[in-house]
């Protein structure tokens, strides 16, 4: 009995009702980890300690179809199609002044609260005012070398949303 | 078992038609054929014989316009280069790399005029240098083609600046 029920699990009875089901099951997965919940696997440091240098995750899609990112907020920013991501936080939007003073992060010369970043920072940039329809993304490990880092002002239209967890 | 082997061959007739459809000659489907060969062109599996890398330096000219400018910001192999030059570059990488894949996903092709088109892809670079070093890198790219003769040609690389401090 136990044996008849493994064998049909893996080789169903092939019925009209079976490859509707199995059509349906698909056709939903397909579009559901195509362009809801894309699955991606984390691979680098400079989100640490929020993130480690590797693990899996989802990008949840949905999130901005009815909103816009908000200050301090965690993305995904389409670097190289779907394919290559960057998963930042969001710092400031358009028209802010950007600067890193001794590891501070200052927003139009005020200085920003990130309880996130837990490693000590030395970081030295001059102001910068990010530009039209682009918001300005960093990563919460700022003990790397300013120049391995990868951050900076991306187009809002990369956004593709946010960590599922 | 009978039915396994109709489903098999309906999958089968599937995938030809799938391709024939994918693959048929129209102006997007000899465009993406060029990147094919590019991608195959600037490759290198293992070891290769002079004849060979002959071949593929020939094949990777004959895809230039006689200008094809290349974009890459802040970088100082910007600038405009010869279907002869674009062979002599390949020539020069080959010999420094153990190993090197080209891939091209998510390929898209708009057509720009009757003799004109632009792409947008996702190019993923890996391999092992001569002295052990591995890299893998991925960046998003626009490519400007023109009709020559019939036949479409490579004549602006532009590298996505995703992601500016």
Known sequence: MKTDSVWNFFFPELTKKFFIRFGIVLVTAFIFFKFICLPLFINGRSMEPTYGARGLNFCWMPVFWFSTPKRQQIVIVRYAGYDEMLLKRLVAFEGEAVEFRNGVLYIDGKALDEPYVKYPCDWNMPVRIVEKNKVYVVGDNRSMLIDEHKFGQVDKSRIAGVPLW | ?165
């Open chain 2, 1 to 165: 078992m009978v039915k396994y082997i109709i489903i098999a061959l309906a999958v089968l007739l599937g995938a030809c038609a799938l391709w024939f459809f994918v693959f048929r000659s129209t102006d997007e489907a000899k465009i993406k054929k060029q990147f094919q060969i590019l991608a195959e062109s600037a490759s290198k599996a293992g070891e290769e014989t002079a004849a060979t890398l002959y071949l593929k330096s020939a094949s990777l000219s004959a895809l230039f316009d006689d200008h094809c400018s290349l974009d890459v910001a802040h970088s100082f192999v910007s600038g405009s280069y010869t279907p002869e030059e674009v062979s002599s570059k390949m020539v020069q990488a080959h010999k420094l790399f153990e190993t090197a894949t080209m891939k091209i996903y998510n390929l898209t092709v708009r057509m720009d005029g009757e003799n004109k088109a632009s792409a947008i892809f996702t190019l993923r670079f890996t391999g092992k240098s001569k002295n052990g070093a591995s890299f893998d890198e991925t960046r998003e790219i626009e490519a400007s083609l023109i009709r020559k003769e019939g036949k479409w040609l490579f004549c602006a690389f532009k590298i996505a600046q995703v992601i500016e401090r």
